[in-house]
């Protein structure tokens, strides 16, 4: 996999592309666990969302890199 | 009691979370900033600069632009009138000197069979040595007209390498003066990779390391592996003056920029159909062989 992408011409690093692959995921995993009904067994939905979308985007990195 | 299992169970659940996002965070992080790579990579080529050995008009230039020539090609040629002259002349020379040499032994021959009643013992024992300086002047016109051979031969200026001619400005007609360049030939055997490196990163790189490189905005992906790394950089921080005093940059104490410093890359391996190009742009990856 390479460390950049061009975009339009314009190189960026590959990490955007994970980025918002992370988002999509996210909002998906974020849909799902809301149906679930996951969300009452957490303290602080905002602080477990954060990590979730952490998470997946470091992951996703980690795989590029 | 259900009641306070369940809040444990949220925060726990809620704070493992935070730690795998953590140490997953710090993971990415010391991958991205501390591996040993960098975007700031070239690729080089040792390039020669053809001068002429000697002076004068360019007469013709047998190379185009771009060509590529094997090493004793003729690149371009001088006007040799001047130098033919130059070789006549010492031709003449040593065939004078050589007609001195002979009329000055006979003259040493005949003088040493004279007795003192005749010719003085100074003249007869100086004879001696005149002979000898005309063979000394035999020499030198000899090493004379060696020389102007020499001359004539250079003004066929030839390749000392396999390579392309490159950036060809050469007319003919210019005047070429002996020594200064009048066009480059890149060496075809010379390619390599510098590496721009951080200077925090150098620590993780070892000679003899593995390392990929990619060209800029493409697929390609050349192998090699690090040939060594350069033992200084400039300081730019500290230029003298006139009166060779320090000139010290004020620099922020907060934000600091990491120098580059080159490491140099040897190419292993290049895909069949890829045409280097000295200048090119590239990423340097190095895969530390530990």
């Known amino acids: 996999m390479p460390r950049e992408i061009a975009l339009l011409d314009a190189l960026m690093p590959t990490l955007i592309l994970a980025f918002i692959a992370a988002l999509l995921l996210y909002w998906l995993l974020d849909k799902v666990l809301v149906w679930l009904g996951v969300y009452q067994f957490i303290w602080y939905r905002a602080l477990f969302r954060l ?15 | 009691m259900k009641d306070l299992y369940k809040h444990i169970l949220r925060i726990s659940l809620t704070l493992m979370i935070v730690a795998v996002a953590i140490i997953l965070g710090h993971m990415l992080w010391v991958r991205y900033m501390d591996s040993p790579w960098t975007r700031d990579g070239r690729v080089r080529a040792d390039v020669v600069n053809i001068a002429s050995d000697v002076s004068g008009l360019v007469t013709e230039v047998v190379v185009r632009d771009n060509q590529f020539v094997k090493k004793g090609d003729l690149l371009f040629r001088i006007d040799a009138e001047r130098y033919h002259h130059s070789l006549e002349e010492a031709e003449a020379r040593l065939q004078q000197r050589k007609i001195t040499l002979a009329l000055k032994r006979g003259q040493s021959t005949r003088r040493a069979m004279l007795d003192d009643q005749v010719i003085s013992r100074e003249d007869r024992e100086d004879s001696d040595l005149v002979t000898l300086a005309a063979k000394a002047d035999l020499d030198q016109a000899l090493a004379e007209r060696d020389h102007a051979k020499l001359n004539l ?14 950036n060809l400005l050469v007319r003919p007609g210019d005047y070429a003066q002996a020594g200064a360049a009048k066009l480059a030939l890149i060496d075809q055997k010379s390619y390599w990779v510098y590496g721009y490196f951080e200077e925090h990163k150098l620590h993780l790189i070892h000679l003899n390391d593995p390392v990929e490189i990619r060209l800029l905005g493409t697929d390609i992906v050349l192998k090699g592996h690090v040939e060594s790394i350069a033992r200084g950089i400039t300081d730019r921080d500290n230029p003298t003056d006139v009166r060779l005093l320090a000139n010290v940059n004020p620099s ?10 080159p490491v140099r890359v040897h190419i292993d391996e290049i895909p069949a159909g890829v045409e280097l190009v000295a200048g090119m742009t590239c990423s340097v990856i190095v895969h530390p062989a530990s």
Request: charged fraction near 15%.
């Open chain 2, 153 to 166: 031969q250079r003004t066929e200026v030839r390749a000392p390498v396999d390579g392309w001619v490159s």
């Open chain 1, 51 to 65: 990590s979730l979308f952490s998470c997946l985007f470091c992951a996703l990195g980690l795989l590029i890199y």
């Open chain 2, 252 to 261: 922020f104490n907060w934000v600091r920029l990491a120098q580059r410093v």
